[in-house]
Structure formats: C-alpha cells, structure tokens
C-alpha cells in the first residue's frame, strides 16, 4: 500500500503540492487526471524519490520514505517500476542496450542480457528484429513499448506510468493501454497511470482527480460518468484544458 499523507512542495514561491493526501491499495489500478501544469509529474516523482517533498510522508509497505537511509531507499525503489513521458530513450544505444542496460551495468554476459531482453520485448508486442535498430528508427508506439519492456526488466510490483499515451494517435494510444493493463494483470502490480487522456476510464479501477496541489476526488471508475462533482464533469467533457467555469465554482462550493 501506499499512503500519501499531507504532501507538500513549492519551487521557489509557486506552490505545486498543497497539502495532497492519497491512498493507494495494492493492487489497484489507479488513474490520476488532472490538466496539464497541474503538478501530476511532480506527484510522480515525490513518489518515487525523484523529488524531496517540503513536507509530508509518503508510507510505501508502512515504510516512510523520507525516514530510510539510501540503501534501504534502493530497496523499495527497485519494486517501483517508472515509465517516462516521453519513453526517455538513449539515442545513442540500440534497443538491446536501452533495455538491457541495467544488466549491461553490472557486466552480465552479453548473451544472458539478449535472452532476458528479448523476453521482455516480445511480451510488450514486439519482435526480436528491432534489438539492434536505434530509438531514432522507431515509430511513437514502439518507443512507449520499448520504455516500457525496459521497466519490466526489473519486474517491478509497483508501475507507474506518465502519460503513456501522449502524442500517440488514437488507436495506438489504445493499444498502449491494453498493454497497461494486459501488463497490470500479468504482473499482479500496483499500477498508477498520470494521464489527461480519459480513455483510460475503460483500463483503470480508480480514478483520483488532482486539482490545486489536492487530489479533490477519488472513486471507483465505474461510478464516473454519474459522478457529479464538478471538476470531474468539467474534465470528462472536454473541457480539462479551459478554465474552471463559475457554474463549476458554484456546484462545488
Ligand atoms: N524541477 C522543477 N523546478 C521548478 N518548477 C518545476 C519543476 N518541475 C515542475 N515544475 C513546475 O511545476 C508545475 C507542475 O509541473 P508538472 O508536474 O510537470 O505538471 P503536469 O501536471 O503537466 O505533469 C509546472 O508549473 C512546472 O513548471
Ligand atoms: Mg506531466
């Protein structure tokens, strides 16, 4: 499980997290929305270590965070899988070696590395001829796929996904997210999607809806389209990138 209690974090004087709480249950598979600039990446990376929040706890296993020491920081971090953006490949490496770098690292025989890799980019959809293509000659899709295959080298327990679906058409946007969930049920994980993209209604089991620094919402995906706060009606008609209208205001207050 994982606890998210009273978090807070500003750069500079822009508050970003303000006083957000969240619990998420293993085994979920969570959606958290919200509109673009509203702090969802920021989110992400106080959860994983990335960024230290101002205040607050974050509770991963009944384990605080900011109470570990590095060694045991790793420990938990190795169960967290994180799947960038924008894929965050190494131009410069072929897709054997952006996959399998972690092995590579620690000097595992190149052929070990090729067996595991391969694996893993075979259960992401796709085939072992792009092992030695650069990222450079891959299409959206592919890349999102390879970033993925990367994380699973590490079977994490826990998943999380930034915007898997952002700049992708709609109908490899689709076939990004069942691989989601096809990699959700597979993996038994705890899975966390950051998306603007409302589609992922149809994958996830929970939905949490950021807004001002706070998650203002969670229910069950199931219950959205009756749901009848107003920032969440607002966003699932299209209109999560234009400003909260009064008549929002006015149905929340
Ligand atoms: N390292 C940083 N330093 C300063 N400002 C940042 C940093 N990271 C993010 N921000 C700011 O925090 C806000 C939220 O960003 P982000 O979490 O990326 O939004 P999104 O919800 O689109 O993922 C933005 O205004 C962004 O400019
Ligand atoms: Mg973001």
């Known amino acids: ?72 920081l790793e420990n938990i971090y190795k169960k967290c899988g994180y799947v960038f953006q924008f894929a965050a490949l190494l131009d410069s490496l072929n897709i054997l070696e952006n996959v399998g770098i972690t092995m590579l690292e620690n000097n595992e025989p190149i052929e070990n590395v090729k067996i595991k890799v391969t694996e893993r980019i075979k259960s992401v959809g796709l085939e072992e001829d792009v092992l030695y293509k650069y990222p450079s000659e891959l299409s959206g899709g592919m890349k999102k796929r390879v970033g993925l295959a990367r994380t699973l080298m590490l079977s994490p327990k826990i998943l999380i996904y930034d915007e898997p679906t952002t700049g992708l058409d709609p109908i490899t946007a689709r076939i990004i997210h069942e691989l989601v969930k096809k990699t959700h049920e597979n993996l038994n994980a705890t899975t966390i999607v950051i998306s603007h993209d409302i589609e992922i209604f149809k994958y996830a089991n929970t939905v949490a809806m950021l807004y001002e620094g706070k998650i203002i919402y969670t229910g069950p995906t199931k219950d959205i389209w009756e749901c009848d706060n107003p920032y969440i009606y607002q966003f699932i008609r299209g209109l999560a990138s234009g400003p909260i209208t009064n008549k929002a205001e006015d149905k929340l207050k």
Do not use: C, H, Y
């Not at 822009?14 to 998420?24: A, D």
């Not at 989110?43 to 900011?66: A, C, W």
């Open 1 to 72: 499980m994982i606890e998210i209690i009273n978090l807070v974090k500003s750069f500079g004087d822009k508050k970003i997290t303000r006083g957000l709480n969240l619990t998420i249950k293993d085994n979920d598979f969570l959606a958290i929305i919200g509109r673009s600039g509203e702090g969802k990446s920021v989110l992400l990376k106080q959860i994983i270590g990335l960024i230290k929040p101002d205040l607050g706890k974050i509770i991963i296993d009944g384990q605080n965070i900011s109470e570990l020491d590095k060694k045991d």
